[in-house]
């Protein structure tokens, strides 16, 4: 069974920075054979796509809301998935969440999530 | 970037209703969009995938449709259990798009 264990979130002041990370475990196959994507959700809001790296960590796409402000990565050694947020707005305030993907890069869902960690962006 | 309409915004049932809810894509998607159920506090649950496909383990009361860019979910019996959010989305082109939501409430 797919494990997704998110940590990192946390009280933040406007402008600061914060890196979010992933465990991954459970997976059918190498974590590396995954596209792995962050997702979030501000308070009584609707989902928003954040962000989405391959599975090879040669990839990766933003949303133009954190484009230039954030950086997703990976160690596939590690089956880790991380998000470091920089220049951090009070609208970036939600809880993320670490999603798998069903495929390695596009054509595919997101299949498993983590129970997500807030993230709060206030002085 | 592609615009995901999902109507209604909330809907009032009662169980063994039938429910459906509606997203409607501003341009062609083909058949790359998911559905997924929401329960206060919790992750988003995968139920539907291209378009119409169940997910493994998610009963058969739920089912999805298309029609050129409109998609429906449909809950054909409601259960106490289906009282949650429910959210599509497009993986056709990035960004990827979620629809507003619909919240299902009992009558």
């Known amino acids: 069974e797919v494990h997704l264990l998110e940590s990192g979130g946390g009280l933040v002041q406007p402008g600061g920075s914060l890196r979010l990370s992933c465990a991954a475990s459970g997976f059918t196959f190498s974590f590396s054979s995954y596209a792995m994507s962050w997702v979030r959700q501000a308070p009584g809001q609707g989902l928003e796509w954040v962000s989405i790296i391959s599975g090879s960590d040669v990839t990766k796409h933003y949303a133009a809301s954190v484009e230039g402000r954030f950086i997703i990565s990976r160690d596939n050694s590690k089956n880790m998935l991380y998000l470091q947020m920089s220049s951090l707005r009070a609208e970036d305030t939600a809880v993320y969440y670490c999603?798998?993907?069903?495929?390695?890069?596009?054509?595919?869902?997101?299949?498993?999530w983590g129970q997500g960690t807030q993230v709060t962006v206030s002085s | 970037d592609i615009q995901m309409t999902q109507s209604p915004s909330s809907v009032s049932a009662s169980v063994g209703d039938r429910v459906t809810i509606t997203c409607r894509a501003s341009q062609d998607i083909g058949s790359w969009l998911a559905w997924y159920q929401q329960k206060p506090g919790k992750a988003p649950k995968l139920l539907i995938y291209a378009a119409s496909t169940l997910q493994r383990g998610v009963p058969s009361r739920f089912s999805g449709s298309e029609s050129g860019t409109d998609f429906t979910l449909t809950i054909s019996s409601l259960q106490p259990e289906d009282f949650a959010t429910y959210y599509c989305?497009?993986?056709?082109?990035?960004?990827?798009?979620f629809g507003q939501g619909t919240k299902l409430e009992t009558k």
């Open positions: 999603a798998k993907f069903s495929s390695d890069y596009s054509s595919g869902w997101f299949n498993s």
């Open positions: 989305l497009q993986t056709n082109s990035f960004p990827y798009t």
